[in-house]
């Protein structure tokens, strides 16, 4: 049976067409007459509209929203136990690229569907969605002087979990955050250099990584090509948080990518917005991706 819609502009002139919080929509159907906000009318056409694609991950990736999820001390008590099982099941039912919750006090922000899914020597096939946090967590140095050797897995940002750097430091903080929902994964990342290049890399388990120039990018800008070109990574596409609203991208602050640029030096990205490189001794801004999955109960 076919729904009617009408509308009811309240405490508004006759004939405004411009929507406020408090204008109600009165719909009649199956489940009887009841009232839906304005807000709530548009958030249900958009989950209508993701819903019309094939794939619930390639439409709701196309569709960017930014609205407050929840907030709480734990990703569980943030969120809602509607919104883990729509994680779980892959329908991602009432959340959208943009969404965020804050937990713990860092607004941790959805920059994309099941990017992962079926990715690593290992099969990765899980549903989950992305997190990027929406500030730095934490500053540091990729090695103490501005040397590459070993690539991205052997630097001092990635190994030390005894001072610990500031990637270790916000790994553990998500993991305390995000308990089991968080996602372990396999990703290949680099861990050798030669002539100021990328030349080797390996299967690693992955939960938290700096991000690389293409998933901020789309694609390399300063990372070093040589002969052996050794660019491999699962991480080959932009977040779809970074295609839909580039302004994620320049926070006004500096933050490392993990591609080695010379023998001295990592890419990052500028406060100011451009696609930069430092010297790996610099201290900058740390802001990691992650994988989160739902649960059914």
């Known amino acids: 049976m076919a729904r009617i819609i009408t509308y009811s502009s309240i405490g508004s002139s006759q004939g405004k067409t411009d929507l406020e919080d408090a204008d109600v929509f009165m719909l009649d159907g199956t489940d009887g007459v009841r009232k839906i906000s304005a807000v709530e009318l548009a958030n249900a056409m958009m989950d209508k509209s993701s819903k019309s694609v094939a794939a619930a991950p390639a439409g709701r990736s196309g569709l960017y929203r930014g609205a407050n999820l929840g907030s709480g001390s734990t990703f569980e008590a943030a969120s809602t136990a ?54 730095a967590m934490g500053s540091g140095k990729m090695n103490d002087t501005n ?19 500031a990637l270790n430091a916000a790994r553990t903080k998500i993991a305390t955050d995000f308990g089991g929902y968080l996602a372990s994964r396999k990703e290949y990342l680099p861990n050798a250099v030669s002539n100021g290049a990328q030349s080797a890399g390996a299967w690693c388990t992955s939960t938290v990584e700096l991000m690389n120039e293409p998933m901020v990018y789309g694609c390399f800008i300063r990372t070093k090509m040589n002969g052996s070109m050794h660019l491999y990574t699962t991480c080959k596409h932009q977040l779809a948080l970074f295609r839909l609203n580039p302004a994620m991208i320049n926070l006004r602050y500096y933050y490392w990518l993990r591609d080695v640029v010379s023998s001295a030096g990592f890419a990052l990205v500028y406060n100011v917005g451009r696609a930069g ?12 991706a992650f994988a989160v999955k739902g649960a059914t109960s």
């Open 277 to 288: 490189n430092s010297g790996a001794s610099t201290s900058v801004g740390v802001r990691p």
């Open 82 to 135: 509607a919104q883990r099982a729509a994680i779980a099941n892959g329908s991602f039912d009432g959340l959208f690229i943009g969404d965020y919750w804050t937990v713990n006090s860092v607004l941790y922000r959805i920059a994309d569907f099941n990017y992962f899914k079926r990715s690593g020597d290992t099969d990765f096939n899980v549903n989950h969605i992305v997190l990027v946090p929406d500030a």
């Open 147 to 165: 040397d590459t050797t070993g690539a991205y897995v052997g630097s001092k940002m990635y190994t030390d979990t005894t001072t610990p750097s």
